[in-house]
């Protein structure tokens, strides 16, 4: 491929990013909403079957993707479905029943920081002094950002449960583009996001019948339908479509470096539609948190040929 069509590529993968995470920041405040009257599990499923389903009608009708993925290649395809598509949306929606919107959006901003680490983990990338230094600060945010509840031992102990839940999610966000690089090559963004939705959704299934699935379902509301409908389309198939693409073109830094904007959007959103209080401590977490994404991300220094 020449090198102005890989510049190009990442241009629209750079701009498909700034989407991705203002839709994910909206997601935040509709997941917020509709968490309240529909259970965790259901409504990740509900969100994943309807954007997988998308996907998949795209994949074999619309696009010139391949379809079959050799078999060697199920057990990732399956780790990175558990990762994104199970273990985050269940534990993100879970913490969202704990903490407020805007909270929540912040710890998603630690994705960056797992992402940097888990990449010198495994030998894709190295950390250098001043990484190390981001990735201090961006902890420091965390704890400047939840301090102000997490010393209550009431309703702060639970939205500091709902803190680390969120925590978690983020590090299985993170994990995930680490991994999923290894696929890259072999099949296009959109093979490797529908199949990983499809088996996210799938593993969540059983619980999430349990749970109450089908009488959860029967009893949405018009309101909370559109939000589902909503994190199914643009938060759910979109979303994961944009940052698929997106891994398939930049390192996993390049791309986590965008989950940034996602408090951003969604602590404006909470505000004007939920009435949520963006307090001090947050706002210095929050530029703390970004801060030490900037460090861990800031581009590398290449050194100028001298001229004989």
Do not use: H
Not at 37 to 50: D, E, I, K, N
Not at 137 to 163: F, M, N, S, W, Y
Not at 228 to 239: H, K, S
Not at 249 to 276: C, D, F, H, K, R
């Amino acid at each position: 491929m020449a090198s102005a069509d890989v510049k190009q590529l990442a241009v629209v993968a750079n701009v498909g990013l700034v989407v991705s995470a203002v839709l994910s920041g909206a997601s935040v405040v509709a997941t917020r909403v509709a968490v309240q009257t529909v259970p965790p599990l259901t409504l990740a499923v509900l969100r994943y079957a309807q954007g997988g389903l998308l996907l998949a009608v795209c994949l074999v009708f619309v696009a010139r993707s391949p379809v079959r993925v050799r078999r060697q290649d199920y057990a990732l395809l399956a780790i990175l479905g558990t990762l994104l598509f199970a273990a985050f949306p269940l534990l993100f929606n879970a913490g969202l029943q704990l903490t407020e919107a805007s909270r929540g959006s912040l710890m998603l901003a630690t994705v960056p920081v797992w992402s940097a680490l888990l990449a010198r983990l495994t030998r894709q990338e190295r950390l250098e002094p001043r990484q190390l230094i981001g990735l201090m600060l961006a902890t420091a945010g965390v704890a400047v950002a939840v301090a102000e509840r997490g010393l209550d031992a009431g309703a702060g102990g639970a939205a500091l449960l709902g803190d680390g839940l969120i925590l978690l999610a983020a590090l299985c966000g993170a994990a995930y583009g680490v991994l999923v690089k290894r696929l890259s090559g072999r099949y296009t963004a959109l093979t490797v996001t529908t199949y990983t939705m499809v088996i996210g959704t799938l593993v969540l299934l059983p619980a999430a019948l349990i749970e109450g699935l089908p009488a959860a379902t029967l009893t949405l509301d018009g309101q909370t339908l559109l939000l589902v409908i909503f994190l199914g389309v643009l938060g759910g198939a979109v979303v994961w479509y944009l940052y698929g693409f997106a891994l398939s073109q930049l390192s996993p830094t390049q791309v986590a470096v965008y989950v940034n904007l996602n408090p951003l959007s969604a602590m404006i959103l909470a505000t004007l539609l939920l009435g949520e209080r963006v307090t001090g401590p947050m706002i210095v977490g929050f530029g703390m948190v970004l801060g030490g994404v900037a460090l861990v991300n800031w581009p590398k220094r290449i050194p100028v040929a001298s001229i004989p």
